[in-house]
């Protein structure tokens, strides 16, 4: 079952800033680093876990880098198939998670695509922390899993916001 949804945390911001600077210093100085997922949605409800991109090059640019990511105590580990995905733990609890994309997709990487929407219209924000509750309560009752509870909405979403930007509509399961 997935960690209980907490509170917009102020501190939210900062955690990623720090996390960021982390990435590059262990990483490339010349990442580009942005804050995804819930809690990079101002007044949101989700999990206390950091959810960050990084445009690398290529996949050959994450190589390069991965030693020292997990020198650092970054580690491999999410059911994702698309790109590389890493893991950082405090005191055992999953605290931030990077996701690794390729700059030839940057722009039309779906995370920062929802967290953009979300910002940008609240009453879809406010739908998504709505399917998101339920999602916490289906996992709790063993019928559904979080992210297979909220993954109509967030396809719903990204399929109206690619569509106002003019873009076809993808799947964004990426598990």
């Known amino acids: 079952m997935p960690r209980m949804l907490v509170a917009y945390d102020p501190s939210w911001p900062e955690q990623f800033r720090v996390a960021a ?19 990079a949605v101002p007044g949101m409800r989700a999990k206390p876990v950091i959810d960050i991109a990084v445009r690398v090059d290529d996949g050959e640019d994450f190589e390069r880098h991965r030693a020292g990511l997990e020198r650092d105590g970054w580690r491999l580990g999410s059911a994702v198939r698309t790109h590389p995905v890493m893991i950082l733990e405090s005191d055992g609890i999953r605290s931030h998670i990077a996701h690794f994309f390729p700059a030839d997709g ?10 953009d929407w979300l910002i940008e219209h609240p009453d879809d924000a406010e739908r998504y922390r709505r399917a998101k509750c339920a999602a916490v309560a289906a996992a709790a009752r063993g019928t559904e899993s979080y992210n297979r509870a909220k993954a109509p909405i967030i396809q719903e979403i ?16 990426d598990k």
């Open 21 to 39: 600077e982390r990435l590059r210093r262990s990483g490339n100085q010349g990442w580009v680093i942005e804050h995804i997922g819930s809690t």
């Open 106 to 115: 940057w722009d039309a990487v779906h995370q920062r695509v929802l967290r």
């Open 158 to 173: 990204v399929d109206r916001a690619r569509s106002a930007r003019g873009w076809v509509r993808v799947d964004v399961s």
